[in-house]
C-alpha cells in the first residue's frame, strides 16, 4: 500500500510538471547584450519578451511547419505525454487497494494497475524525449563556432529542468505502481475468503434442515 501511494504521488506531480512544463514559454532564455534589461523566452507555442519594468509581451508563434523541427516535434510529444500520464493516473487509481471499484475481482484490479504504471512509464518517455532533444540541440547551438560571439546565444529556461523532473517522476511512479501491481498478484489468493461466507451462514443458521432431520429432532 505505501508503494502504491508513494507511486501514485510521483505520478501526479509528475503528470502536472509535464502540464505546466508544456505551455510555459521558458524553454529557452535570451539575454541581449545591447540591452540587458531585456529578457526573450522562447517556448513550444509563444515568445515573449520581458523588459525592465516587468512588462510581458508575447506573441504566438507564426506557423507550426516554420518551427524548428526539434519544436514542432516536442509539441506532438508533449501533448501525448499528457494524455498518456492522465490515462495512467485514471488506470492506476482504479487499480489500488483504497479503491473499493472491481474488489471482488482482484485480477481486474491487477491489470488496471499494471497497465497505469506501464502507460505513465510511457508517459515519462515522451516528456524526456523532447526535452533532452530541445536541450541537446541548445547546447550544439551555444558553441557553434561558426557563429560570431556577438550573435546572442540562447540557453536553458526553467522549463528544461522543469521537464525533466517531470519525466524522472512520471518513470518512477509508473515503475513503482507495475512492481506493486506484481507483489499484489502473488499476495492475493487464489480464492477470496469473502465468497465463502454465505455458505458458512447457510449451514449455521439451520433454517434448511433436511425433513429427517427434522423428525429424528421431534
Given at each position: ?43 513550444l507555442w ?6 525592465e519594468e ?13 518551427l ?5 516535434i ?17 488506470l492506476?487509481?482504479?487499480g ?6 472491481c474488489?471482488?475481482?482482484?485480477g481486474?484490479?491487477?491489470r488496471?494497475?499494471?497497465a ?6 510511457m508517459?515519462?518517455?515522451?516528456t524526456?524525449?523532447?526535452i533532452?532533444?530541445v536541450?541537446?540541440n541548445?547546447?550544439?547551438?551555444f558553441?557553434?563556432?561558426t ?9 536553458f529556461?526553467?522549463?528544461t529542468?522543469?521537464g ?11 515503475l ?7 507483489s ?10 469473502c ?13 434448511h434442515?433436511h ?6 429432532v421431534?
Amino acid at each position: 500500500a505505501k508503494a502504491q501511494a508513494g507511486g501514485m504521488l510521483l505520478a501526479v506531480l509528475g503528470w502536472v510538471s509535464s502540464c505546466v512544463t508544456t505551455f510555459v514559454p521558458l524553454w529557452k532564455n535570451l539575454n541581449l547584450d545591447l540591452n540587458e534589461m531585456e529578457v526573450w523566452n522562447m517556448g513550444l507555442w509563444q515568445v515573449c519578451i520581458t523588459q525592465e519594468e516587468g512588462v510581458v509581451e508575447c506573441q504566438a508563434h507564426g506557423s507550426f511547419l516554420a518551427l524548428p523541427p526539434e519544436l514542432r516535434i516536442s509539441r506532438l510529444l508533449m501533448c501525448l505525454s499528457n494524455g498518456l500520464g492522465l490515462l495512467g493516473c485514471l488506470l492506476a487509481a482504479l487499480g489500488l487497494e483504497g479503491w473499493r471499484t472491481c474488489e471482488d475481482k482482484p485480477g481486474r484490479k491487477q491489470r488496471l494497475l499494471l497497465a497505469g504504471g506501464v502507460t505513465l512509464g510511457m508517459a515519462g518517455i515522451t516528456t524526456l524525449v523532447p526535452i533532452s532533444w530541445v536541450a541537446y540541440n541548445t547546447v550544439l547551438d551555444f558553441w557553434d563556432e561558426t557563429v560570431p560571439d556577438i550573435v546572442p546565444r540562447w540557453e536553458f529556461g526553467e522549463a528544461t529542468f522543469l521537464g525533466w523532473f517531470a519525466g524522472a517522476f512520471l518513470a518512477a511512479g509508473g515503475l513503482l505502481l507495475a512492481c506493486s501491481a506484481r507483489s499484489t498478484r502473488t499476495a492475493t489468493p487464489l480464492a477470496p475468503a469473502c465468497r465463502q461466507a454465505p455458505a458458512a451462514r447457510g449451514l449455521a443458521g439451520g433454517h434448511h434442515l433436511h425433513p429427517k432431520n427434522a423428525d429424528l429432532v421431534i
